[in-house]
């Protein structure tokens, strides 16, 4: 028997906001973020990644609908703030809207001061979330002194110091390079790991395929949500949204025309799966046709 569905910790109920004096941003959002999840959230340009991941992270309130935190509605007071802000982390796109202190360990231990925690706590927690981001060596280097990617891994070292039970990540790894953006993922998988729900907006379909459990598209027809594999090959949706078709639906296409994979059958969606696929043990035989699985191709 499957086991029920874990309860939400952070949930928008019908939720929507409009800026002052601008149409609204979002309207009827449901959307519920389960412990142990990696979810990435994926729109074009301006249809509300951002605006949503601050309604879950309580920067901004609902102007209609609720926030619901472990199935309680938030109170947008000092404690129900306090308590939101404790479990739920949200790490702005640019590391410099987060990044204020004089040195990187002086940045990140400012939340966990301003919970009032003992020195002793506090330092634990940024050697800690130093150590997490990989850049304990950059405990005492000026922040204006940073790489752009050290900047954006001092911004979530901040968030992690306050050990939240969903990080919330607005597109992490939007200019790093690809090395860059490879250790990001490896400290996620790391984060994960150790039990961190995490919450990515990413306009990269690939990405997100790669990395997510599910996703969470905006779309003008309102916010869809599942498993990844099946939202991102949703070619339906993903014109609507005016996402790019992932790599691998394309690859698919290629192996199909040249027999090499029958027509009812998945594709590799990812290099990692092609790899998969094609190599050794895979029943394939030297010319790439299916041996014993799958339907002979055309
Ligand atoms: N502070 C603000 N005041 C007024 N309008 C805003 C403000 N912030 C965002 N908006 C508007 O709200 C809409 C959604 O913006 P939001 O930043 O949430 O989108 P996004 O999906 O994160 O975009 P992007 O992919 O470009 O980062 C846009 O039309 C934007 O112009």
Request: aromatic share 4%.
């Amino acid at each position: 028997m499957t086991p029920p569905p874990a309860p939400p910790v952070v949930e928008l109920r019908d939720a929507g906001y409009a800026y002052p004096d601008g149409p609204p941003v979002l309207r009827g959002v449901c959307f519920a973020v389960t412990e142990g999840r990696s979810v990435a959230l994926l729109g074009r340009n301006g249809s509300g990644k951002t605006t949503l991941m601050r309604l879950l992270s309580g920067g901004l309130r609902c102007a209609w609908g609720e926030l619901r935190l472990d199935g309680a509605r938030v109170s947008h007071d000092r404690k129900g703030l306090t308590r939101l802000r404790t479990t739920v982390q949200l790490v702005l796109q640019d590391p410099d809207d987060q990044l204020f202190a004089a040195s990187v360990g002086q940045d990140v231990s400012f939340g966990p001061m301003n919970l009032g925690l003992p020195e002793g706590e506090v330092r634990a927690r940024v050697a800690e979330a130093l150590e997490a981001l990989d850049i304990t060596a950059l405990h005492d280097r000026p922040t204006h002194l940073l790489s752009y990617g050290q900047r954006k891994r001092a911004a979530i070292a901040g968030a992690v110091a306050m050990r939240p039970r969903v990080l919330v990540l607005d597109e992490p790894t939007a200019g790093l390079d690809p090395d860059g953006q490879e250790r990001l993922l490896e400290v996620l998988a790391r984060l994960r790991a150790a039990g961190t729900t995490v919450l990515m907006a990413t306009h990269d379909v690939d990405l997100a395929l790669r990395w997510a459990d599910d996703a969470a598209v905006l779309a003008p027809g309102g916010l869809r949500t599942g498993p990844v594999r099946e939202l991102l090959t949703d070619r339906a949706l993903l014109d609507e949204a005016r996402l790019r078709r992932p790599w691998g639906t394309a690859a698919a296409e290629v192996l199909r025309a040249h027999g090499l994979l029958a027509a009812g059958e998945p594709g590799p969606l990812t290099p990692e799966e092609l790899g998969r696929w094609a190599g050794p043990g895979a029943g394939r035989t030297a010319g790439g046709a299916a041996l014993g699985h799958g339907r002979p191709a055309r």
